[in-house]
């Protein structure tokens, strides 16, 4: 399924690159493990095979940041706002990692964003663009 070289998205991290695969026991089983080097920053990350998504449909995702959200989400308070996104980008979608990113910057141009939600977009534009990165096959 996955070789030593291929691209993959993780959740909250961004693109990578596998670097191995070993095996390792979880609850008594033996699980496949990809050992990543995420493109952005020094950090690895050791994730079972069955829960690493790919995607690369940089057209979808541009259409997903052009358009103007429906609703978001005004009256609600920023931490239940940030507790919302927070879990949208758990999710490992790309396009609701770009849904976070498009909802947060219009936010931001129409009032002041909380620290925290300023937080969550930078950290939703460095997972789309490493993953971006690793579409185009571009290195930092």
């Known amino acids: 399924m996955f070789a030593v070289g291929d691209k993959v998205v993780y959740p909250m991290h ?6 191995t695969i070993e095996k390792r026991e979880r609850d ?3 699980v496949d493990y990809l050992i990543l080097a995420m493109l952005l920053g020094e950090m690895k990350v050791m994730v ?3 829960s690493v998504i790919e995607n690369d449909d940089i057209d979808a ?3 997903v940041l052009e358009e103007r959200p429906d609703n978001y989400n005004k009256a ?3 931490n239940r706002r940030f507790n919302m996104y927070l879990e949208k980008m758990k999710s ?5 990692v770009a849904d976070v990113i498009r909802t947060l910057q219009v936010q931001e141009n129409e009032k002041k964003l909380s620290t925290g939600e300023r ?3 930078g950290t939703a534009r460095q997972i789309l663009i490493s993953e971006v990165m690793l579409v185009k096959n571009a290195e930092q």
């Open 119 to 121: 937080r969550l977009l």
């Open 28 to 30: 008594g089983q033996s």
């Open 61 to 63: 995702v541009e259409k």
């Open 14 to 19: 961004g693109a990578g690159v596998v670097k």
């Open 92 to 96: 490992g979608n790309v396009f609701e």
């Open 76 to 78: 609600i308070t920023w």
């Open 48 to 50: 079972p095979v069955d």
